[in-house]
């Protein structure tokens, strides 16, 4: 990506792809909706999605956790074909975005159980109707039942080996770096980082109930990923999503379509990796380990406004029906586009800038002082209790390599004394955090010279000091 958009191993790059990566689930939510239910479904599925500050957010993190309701879309498409033809090339494809899934965000690592999931339901229909089946059709029934069970086990298993074949390079990360590969996940659920503080099946229930909650009443707490608090679905869109989950609840009643129990029974399990992080149930619900929920949660609250459009066109007629649903259509998209901005563009990005910090507004200043062409060589970061990462600043500066970072004053005054020949460059750039003022009488005193420029941030509390030797 950074040579074909021409913008390089950057921060730029890195946001392009991401939102790339967001933008692409558009028209897979279209092919979903078009799976499940129909064409309708699928044109507002794509486009509550698009509206949605939840994707909008997660898109525009530059974090690989975009990719997780895309490639689970993905997955879902395959294995809802799979469920209702038993097609042994749908599962080729559900193997093959398993595997993929490896290389994206763990909570992806959980897709075997929904693909599990998906044997289950589709094998549970024709087994219930063999046991009920009346003598005369019993054998008729079991048999009929065998042979989709065996064809869709068979295809489960081809699936699995297909997705062990992409696993194989991870495997090996596995066995050479056997604690690193599942380390969040065994820190999350386990007693090995911190101490469970009660019963893990008490933990786990509330987790489970408090993840339901995030759609509608409470959602992440994490300023990071979400508007701490508020629920992912904004008032018009969580209420559409409640109408569509309770209409398909009747749907699955009334057509007893696996493949309706098992969109329901995929969005349970991609609750998982946010419910069972046990030892930490601070971090439950997560707006980025929940992510697998988008497509089904979007598509249940899509359907609602398609029941819409479809029968008020036949109940009142083509042209009248067309008018005054497309009216109600259009004012709620629009209060949901109105919702969501306020969400995302001012609640969120107000919570967002007085949450972290501002290595961009550092690196910028730091060019306006040594030039947009110049190396970075001359530039050091002095550190600070829970400050700035060496690393965001060389990113935002355009050097991913920069790593000229002081852990503390013992360190500036060793450097100082021991190679002062890294600090030979001019102009010499030291960042300083505005409360280090031993930091800043060591820089003084050594380059008497050297001149302390106080920066004030566009976000209070997030100055910052470069004391600057240009001769």
Known sequence: ASRLLGTGMSFLTLKLVSALEAIALIPLMFVLGRELVDRDTGYFAAALLALSWWHTTLGRLALRIALT???FTLLLIALLRGIRTGSRRAWVWAGIWMGVGVYAYQALRITPLVAVAAVLIAAAKPTIRAFRAAPEEEYEQQQRAW??????IINLALAGLIALAFFIPMLRVWHDFPA??????????????????????????????????????????????????????????????????????????????????????????????????????????????????????FVLA??????????????????TGTVLSAALIGVLLAA?????????????????????????????DVRAIIGEDSSLD????????YWHDYRAIGIEAGDITF?????????????LD????????????????????VALKILSDHFPQGEAQYHISETPGRDFILFVVYS
């Open 418 to 437: 021991y190679e002062p020949q890294r600090f030979s460059i001019r102009p010499l750039v030291f960042i300083v955090h505005p409360e280090d003022d």
């Open 403 to 415: 790593s000229n970072a002081l852990i503390d004053t013992n360190a500036l005054i060793s450097m």
């Open 180 to 297: 690193d590969l599942w380390n969040r996940v065994i820190n999350r659920t386990t007693s090995s980082e911190v101490a469970i503080t009660a019963p893990a099946l008490q933990v786990f229930v509330k987790n489970t109930l408090d993840a339901l909650r995030m759609f509608n009443i409470q959602g992440d707490a994490a300023w990071i990923s979400a508007l701490p608090g508020a629920p992912m679905l904004d008032l018009v869109t969580g209420s559409l999503f409640v109408l569509g989950l309770a209409a398909w609840l009747v749907r699955l009643r009334e057509r007893k379509d696996p493949a309706d129990g098992f969109l329901l029974a995929a969005g349970l399990v991609m609750l998982l990796p946010s419910a069972l992080a046990i030892a930490f149930p601070i971090e439950n619900p997560s707006a980025t380990r929940a992510s697998g929920t988008i497509p089904i949660v």
């Open 378 to 385: 001359g530039v050091w970061l002095e550190g600070w209790p």
């Open 147 to 152: 042979q989709i069970t065996s064809r869709q």
């Open 302 to 319: 899509a359907w609602p406004l398609a029941l819409i459009w479809q029968r008020w066109r036949a109940v009142m007629g083509r042209i």
């Open 69 to 71: 309701p895309l490639v």
């Open 336 to 364: 949901i586009a109105l919702l969501n901005f306020q969400t995302y563009f001012v609640g969120y990005a107000q919570s967002y800038r007085h949450a972290a910090l501002n290595p961009g507004e550092v690196a910028r």
